[in-house]
């Protein structure tokens, strides 16, 4: 009987965590506010861009820290790893802080994109607090 609750406590707060990020679309705002200072023109599209890539990230961290059962940094690292790599595979997302003359010449250019945005989304998690 013990397990069985476990088990459903487990899933519980799995259901809680992925609901968790539909309260947050300010961070959406913001990316939005650097495209228009950049001089891109606001779409419901971009905003659906944004909102999904939020909600994928958190939708692969928080099973990860429900799992271990504690959060982590690298969980942080891994979220943003596998959605930098495909996001740069797919020709869906540049790469910050390397010239496009570079990442394009290469074999696997997703590689660069996961490592990339692996390291912001851990050091972003380190800066708030988590530990590794």
Same mark, same amino acid.
């Given at each position: 009987?013990?397990?069985?609750?476990?088990?459903?406590? *487990?899933? @519980?707060?799995?259901?809680?965590?992925?609901?968790? $990020?539909?309260?947050? +679309?300010?961070?959406? =705002?913001v990316?939005?506010?650097?495209? #228009?200072?950049?001089?891109? +023109?606001?779409? *419901?599209? /971009? &905003?659906?861009?944004?909102?999904?890539? =939020?909600?994928?990230?958190? !939708?692969?961290?928080? +099973?990860?820290?429900? !799992?271990?059962?504690?959060? /982590?940094?690298?969980?942080?690292? #891994?979220?943003?790893?596998?959605?930098?790599? *495909?996001?740069? @595979?797919?020709?869906?997302?540049?790469? $910050?802080f390397?010239? $496009?003359?570079?990442?394009? %010449?290469?074999?696997? $250019? %997703?590689?660069?994109?996961?490592? *990339?945005?692996?390291a912001?989304?851990? %050091?972003?998690?380190?800066?708030?607090?988590?530990? &590794?």
């Open positions: 009987m013990s397990r069985l609750l476990c088990l459903f406590g *487990v899933a @519980s707060d799995l259901v809680n965590q992925l609901a968790h $990020p539909l309260i947050f +679309p300010s961070f959406v =705002l990316f939005m506010g650097i495209d #228009a200072i950049q001089g891109a +023109p606001l779409s *419901v599209r /971009s &905003w659906g861009f944004y909102a999904g890539g =939020l909600y994928a990230y958190n !939708i692969i961290q928080c +099973p990860m820290e429900t !799992i271990h059962g504690r959060q /982590s940094a690298m969980h942080n690292v #891994a979220a943003g790893g596998i959605l930098g790599y *495909v996001g740069v @595979s797919r020709g869906r997302l540049g790469v $910050p390397v010239s $496009p003359y570079i990442l394009y %010449g290469m074999r696997y $250019p %997703g590689l660069v994109g996961a490592a *990339v945005y692996g912001i989304a851990g %050091g972003m998690a380190t800066l708030g607090g988590k530990p &590794w």
